[in-house]
């Protein structure tokens, strides 16, 4: 086991277990967590003994519960350019990863904690999960490259509504739309994930590999526009009144104000 705080990397046979620690915070993706989540998977990467990784967050309540509002709330554009960038880096590392990468949520996936999900080939979910985009609440919009990943998962009137409600929904209604692809009990949730895992593990690995590229390579390809428009369109709205009265309202722990400026 290796841990450069805030990540675990534990292997076990083939499976490599990813573990965002922050529990405090809800594992809330810091720049520092995208930092090391990006060269902790670049590592990983060159241990060819590993078939399958499960990226999962620490502590009961949460997978992660988004970007972290309060690192991000005071930035100048530059900075808010260079987080956003490493967000999006650190995810399509994850995303070209040789082997499969599956997402353990539990708890709470929001905001760029469901687009780092989104960012896993497979999306499996404990019964207790919520998930959602509830950017619109805070004045911005997915900037991970949620809007994109969403719309190849589940189809773009999914991506319409989760995006522009900002609702969070359960894990069956995540199950029956598509976002996540199996459901297990809370008890049962850590071994039912590994069982997955070493399932997939036992399968031959060149094929696997194959079947991730060619199916990432179609997908892709309708998506580097899009990244870049969701990049301009967060940036922009990050600028704006709605956007500060958004965040505060959240530190303040209140409901925002909206303006429309
Ligand atoms: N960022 C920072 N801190 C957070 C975050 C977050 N996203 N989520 C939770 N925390 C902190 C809380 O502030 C709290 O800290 P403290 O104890 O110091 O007040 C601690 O974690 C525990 O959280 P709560 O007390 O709020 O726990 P509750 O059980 O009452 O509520 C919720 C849990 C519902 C998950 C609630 O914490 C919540 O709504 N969190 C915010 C969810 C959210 O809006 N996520 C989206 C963030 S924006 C985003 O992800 C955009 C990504 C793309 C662009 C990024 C560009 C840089």
């Known amino acids: 086991m290796t841990q450069h705080a805030p990540i675990i990397v534990a292997k076990q046979g083939a499976v490599a277990t990813v573990t965002i620690h922050r529990p405090e915070h809800l594992n809330a993706l810091n720049p520092d967590v995208l930092l090391t989540l990006h060269n902790e998977f670049l590592h990983l990467g060159e241990d060819r003994a590993i078939r399958v990784v499960i990226l999962k967050g620490a502590g009961e309540k949460a997978f992660v519960a988004g970007a972290d509002i309060r690192a991000m709330f005071d930035l100048g554009p530059r900075a808010i350019a260079d987080y956003i960038e490493l967000g999006q880096r650190a ?39 919520k998930v959602g985009l509830p950017e619109v609440n805070l004045g911005v919009m997915p900037g991970f490259g949620g809007t994109q990943r ?45 069982a997955l895992a070493e399932r997939i593990a036992a399968r031959a690995p060149l094929a696997v590999a194959s079947v991730k590229r060619v199916i990432n390579a179609t997908v892709e390809s309708d998506q580097l526009a ?36």
């Not at 600028?239 to 400026?261: C, I, N, V, W, Y």
């Open 226 to 261: 899009g990244m870049r428009r969701e990049v301009e369109g967060f940036l922009a709205l990050f600028a704006t009144a709605d956007r500060d009265e958004g965040m505060t309202a959240f530190l303040e722990k209140r409901k925002p104000q909206f303006s429309g400026h």
């Open 150 to 194: 969403l719309i190849s998962r589940c189809g773009v009137g999914a991506a319409r509504f989760l995006c522009m409600t900002g609702d969070l929904i359960g894990a069956s209604e995540a199950l029956t739309i598509g976002l996540v692809d199996r459901v297990f009990e809370v008890a049962d949730f850590d071994r039912e994930v590994f």
């Open 91 to 129: 995810l399509r590392t994850i995303e070209q990863f040789h082997t499969p990468v599956i997402a353990a949520v539990h708890g709470y996936a929001l905001g760029g904690g469901l687009e780092l999900a989104l960012a896993c080939d497979l999306i499996v979910a404990g019964a207790n999960a």
